[in-house]
């Protein structure tokens, strides 16, 4: 039988893959949105201000487009920390079904599988709270955050939990499509 901690570490994997995943999808999207609409809010603004603002205030009202572009640059990661709460929230309610089938899930799982997960995980050094903690909200924008800037590692991490994932037990792939 899998020990208390072999589960947790396991499950741990799982619950982070899938919300740090959900996570990188929302916030590459939120970013190139973002990005897009600062770009456009500045281009279109600079024009504007260059062909409607009276002489000797066009530089006044492309102060005010450079601004109105950073406000909305601070308004995204505003959005994005609301993000991360909600996936945290999301988290604690996954948790939460998971306690309730703990037995269930936990009798379907082998050593060698939560040792194949462990040890993907243990193979790669990312300075940052290892895979198989349990996740705080700053852990999961860490991760989040070390997927968009270094994607490279971490994508080929995440490539081959999937491929772990695909050996994952019935009930857990029960419980994840709930």
Do not use: H
């Not at 947790?8 to 995943?21: A, D, F, P, R, S």
């Not at 991360?84 to 037995?103: F, G, H, I, M």
């Amino acid at each position: 039988m899998v020990t208390d901690e072999k589960f947790e570490k396991t499950i741990n994997i799982i619950l982070n893959m899938v919300i740090v995943g959900t996570g990188i999808t929302m916030a590459a999207f939120s970013k190139s949105f973002s990005s897009l609409a600062g770009t456009f809010t500045k281009e279109m603004g600079e024009a504007m201000a260059e062909v409607s603002a009276p002489k000797g205030k066009k530089a006044a009202a492309k102060a005010e487009v450079k601004k109105a572009s950073k406000e909305m640059q601070r308004q995204t990661l505003v959005e994005m920390e609301k993000m991360t709460k909600v996936l945290l929230r999301k988290l604690q309610e996954v948790r939460s079904k998971l306690e309730a089938q703990k037995e269930q899930i936990k009798n379907a799982f082998t050593d060698e599988f939560c040792d194949e997960g462990i040890k993907i995980i243990d193979q790669y050094k990312f300075k940052l709270s290892k895979f198989y903690e349990r996740f705080s909200e700053k852990d999961i924008s860490e991760y989040i955050i070390l997927a968009l800037k270094n994607g490279q590692p971490f994508s080929k991490m995440m490539e081959e939990l999937s491929v772990w994932m695909d050996k994952a037990p019935a009930p857990l792939t029960k419980l994840a499509k709930t």
